[in-house]
């Protein structure tokens, strides 16, 4: 079955919020970052994020916040900032969600999709560009 892709407007996003919060939530706690899913509550509202949820039929599996970072040397990016589907799922559903992710990069005139991840993606197509150390003091 495939999967749909479905935007959800800042202003329904109170709809939706706990299943998102909930991803947010598991995606904090394998990555120890510093930020709050009410974070990324506050971007969508603002209009920084777009929110698309992830369904399979009529069941949600996940979600992806996204966003356009500007053209810089090489012309803009799309950048992902929180994708998180149901344990279990991504490996079933990834080249989908991957091909789905190179259209809306097209569709902006983005060179490139970026994303950080706990996980390495290079068999999966994506190239490594940078690691992000931290060092605390």
Request: charged share 25%.
């Amino acid at each position: 079955m495939s999967l749909s892709f479905v935007e959800i407007n800042k202003s329904a996003l109170h709809e939706s919020w706990s299943f998102v919060r909930g991803g947010l939530e598991h995606i904090i706690a394998k990555t120890a970052d510093d930020w709050i899913p009410e974070d990324v509550y506050a971007d969508l509202r603002a209009g920084v994020l777009a929110l698309f949820l992830i369904y399979r039929g009529d069941e949600r599996i996940g979600f992806i916040a996204m966003q356009a970072w500007p053209a810089y040397h090489d012309g803009p990016r799309l950048f992902v900032r929180a994708l998180w589907v149901r344990p279990g799922s991504l490996r079933e559903h990834q080249a989908e969600i991957q091909g789905w992710l190179k259209d809306c990069a097209r569709k902006l005139g983005a060179r490139a999709v970026r994303m950080s991840s706990p996980r390495r993606w290079d068999a999966a197509g994506w190239t490594l560009k940078q690691h992000i150390f931290e060092l605390p003091v």
